[in-house]
């Protein structure tokens, strides 16, 4: 954790000359991020459902037809593409835990939920890169780096807002 903990510090120094929004927007933003995450978590987990159920339907739909398609010379398995899918999902389940435990941490502004979201957006910056480049697609990982910059200013935005709480061990 202290690695990430000295990337945080590396990429605040690089977010310091940008300009901030306002302070009456950052306090709202970080008193309220905790249910921003909730609704991003229970829509993210439909998304989840629903790409098992179209990468079932595109399993069973490959095996049945797959001969045929083979025949007319379409790749069935074996591509970087179907490796890319399920690395994301499986980036995609790790992120949307991570945010479901953040929730309560934010809800009561504690450093740990902020955490556990920086270390949710690190995962989704992952994520978009390791897709990007196995699809060998530049204008996706333009858009990952335009997202995580975007990403970056707005968690760095209310870091401040969220305090270590010291947990007494028993």
């Known amino acids: 954790m202290e690695s990430i903990h000295k990337l945080e510090d590396k ?25 921003i995450v909730l609704v991003g978590v229970i829509i993210s987990a439909f998304g989840i459902f629903s790409l098992f159920s179209a990468l079932s339907f595109l399993t069973a739909t490959t095996n049945y037809y797959g001969a045929v398609l083979q025949e007319a010379g379409v790749q069935v398995h074996g591509s970087l593409w179907s490796v890319s899918i399920y690395i994301s999902i499986a980036l995609l389940v790790v992120t949307v835990v991570l945010e479901a435990m953040a929730i309560s941490p934010l809800k009561t502004q504690n450093k740990k939920g902020w955490d556990l979201m920086f270390l949710a957006y690190l ?19 333009i858009g990952a780096a335009i997202s995580a910059v975007i990403g970056a200013y707005f968690l760095f935005e209310i870091r401040s807002y969220f305090k270590l709480v010291a947990t007494v061990k028993k």
Do not use: F, Y
């Open 123 to 141: 995962i989704g910056i992952a994520s978009s890169v390791i897709s990007a480049l196995l699809n060998l697609e530049i204008m996706s990982l």
């Open 11 to 35: 990429i605040e120094v690089w977010l310091k000359p940008l300009p901030h929004l306002p302070t009456t927007w950052r306090k709202w933003l970080a008193g309220n991020v905790w249910w």
